[in-house]
């Protein structure tokens, strides 16, 4: 009799883990399908890997993920707004300073998606803890080119973000920022990288 009962709680633990797994992967699976390609990527082309040549207009440009974005600029801080603009590319977060002004550049991306979700975007940031001190960032932005170097990698909780925009400074950072850890909003993801050139 207690046999049978330890049999039927062993069934049913391992069903609901199955099934946690199964959504889990059905509702990350495109921000899943990037992690792999990037494991499985050649790491001697990696680091060699050439974007595309022509300088998109307001724009990102990674090369140690591959990753080409446009930037989009939204002034509204409507959530529903903001959430649209980011079908569209990366975020140039309201109230952040333009690339190469004095103060904190914040740019925005998601990490993951639904599979049926709109826009071609979202997981354009799902690579960002593959970013390591020394990487190279580029923006083109109001036809300047902007060259960054990260120099580190954090998770952070979401009102740390609100503070980084309000930064002072006498030079420009650039902060990129996503959803952390994928298909979760607990945290936040983010990059910070000094403009170089």
Not at 44 to 67: D, F
Not at 139 to 148: G, R
Request: aromatic share 10%; charged share 20%; net charge negative.
């Amino acid at each position: 009799m207690r046999y049978g009962i330890i049999a039927e709680i062993r069934l049913f633990l391992i069903i609901l883990i199955v099934a946690f797994a199964a959504t889990y992967i059905i509702f990350n699976a495109t921000s899943m399908v990037a992690q792999v390609d990037y494991a499985l990527d050649n790491k001697e082309e990696r680091g060699a890997y050439i974007l595309p040549v022509v300088e998109i207009p307001n724009s990102i440009h990674i090369p140690k993920t591959k990753t080409v974005a446009p930037i989009v600029i939204e002034n509204s801080d409507d959530e529903t707004v903001l959430l649209e603009a980011l079908k569209k590319g990366v975020l140039l977060f309201p109230g952040s300073v333009n690339p190469g002004k004095n103060g904190s550049t914040v740019l925005l991306g998601h990490s993951s998606g639904f599979i049926w979700s709109e826009g071609e975007y979202k997981t354009v940031f799902a690579l960002l803890n593959k970013l390591e001190e020394g990487d190279l960032i580029k923006l083109y932005f109001n036809n300047e080119k902007f060259v960054y170097r990260v120099s580190e990698t954090s998770i952070l909780n979401v009102e740390k973000i609100n503070n980084v925009v309000s930064q002072k400074s006498d030079s420009n950072t650039l902060f990129l920022s996503s959803c952390w850890p994928i298909g979760t909003d607990w945290n936040r993801i983010m990059v910070t990288a000094k403009l170089i050139d």
